[in-house]
């Protein structure tokens, strides 16, 4: 049987620029009517998931919350000194805050894990038909592969979420750990899924290895965009765009740079 090596030249990558280019070209495709029709499937996945996540875990949720408070000594302190200048109880609206601060991330990431499995295949046929006709399809059980990344990423982030939690009395880390936790999850699912369908298993490998700054710099940016809530309904399939955009591209590029010995 013969081997097969990709000896790849070293080309250096265009950074910014490149990662520029993915969002410019996300945002052309996204003005597509099949782009705008995928908006609703990870939208409205996750709006039924949130609905449902309120209604069933609201109350038990809520509940719980408020009797973990009442044994928070600094949370208690707190309290006690605003109602007794005059303000109000900030367990009336602590509470309230971490129940939603659990529920939605979570249909949040359902809908990411939606588009990840569902949204990114339509994303990838639609793309190679129209910008990347000449990168051909080279991996192998993409379906069963981005399923269970997505998963495993999805338990990860609700995980670490819930685990991190507390630190968010902490100011800074409010602002940074979703940031964080977004920006994990983005890249980690759909750098995978981006390239799981066209690349060969050691071009996966070249490509995240090669380009690992600028995948986590378009998780870092998509997380950043995610904290405004208007974003939440494109920015799913927007995502997808992005990392298709740039996986292609990448991949393109480093087929154009490899020898291949046998």
């Known amino acids: 049987m013969n081997q097969t090596n990709l000896a790849v030249r070293a080309v250096p990558a265009n950074g910014l620029a ?38 069933a875990f609201w109350e038990p949720l809520t509940s719980w919350l408020t009797l973990q408070a009442s044994e928070w000594g600094f949370i208690n302190q707190v309290d006690q000194w605003m109602l007794a200048i005059g303000l109000f109880s900030i367990k009336l609206y602590l509470v309230p805050l971490l129940a939603v601060g659990i529920l939605l991330p979570i249909s949040g990431i359902l809908g990411l894990v939606i588009a990840a499995v569902f949204v990114m295949p339509i994303v990838l046929r639609h793309l190679e038909k129209s910008e990347y006709q000449g990168v051909s399809r080279q991996g192998r059980y993409s379906t069963a592969v981005g399923a269970w990344n997505a998963v495993w990423v999805g338990c990860i982030f609700a995980i670490g979420w819930l685990l991190t939690m507390p630190l ?30 066209h690349a060969s298993t050691q071009e996966r490998r070249l490509l995240w290895r090669r380009h690992n700054r600028q995948w986590w710099l378009i998780g870092f940016i998509l997380a950043l965009i995610n904290l405004f809530p208007p974003a939440w309904l494109f920015l799913p399939v927007f995502s997808a765009l992005v990392f298709a955009h740039f996986g292609l591209e990448s991949l393109r590029q480093l087929r154009a740079q490899t020898v291949i010995d046998t």
Not at 25 to 46: D, E, G, N, T, Y
Request: with cysteine; charged share 10%; net charge positive.
């Open 18 to 55: 490149t990662v520029g280019l993915a969002f410019k070209r996300a945002l052309v495709s996204q003005c597509h009517p099949k782009m705008l029709l995928a908006l609703f499937l990870p939208f409205l996945i996750a709006l039924f998931g949130a609905i449902i996540l309120l209604w």
């Open 168 to 197: 968010w009395l902490i100011p800074p880390f409010a602002v940074l750990l979703p940031i964080f936790w977004w920006a994990f999850a983005f890249t980690r699912m759909l750098r995978v899924d981006a390239t799981i369908e």
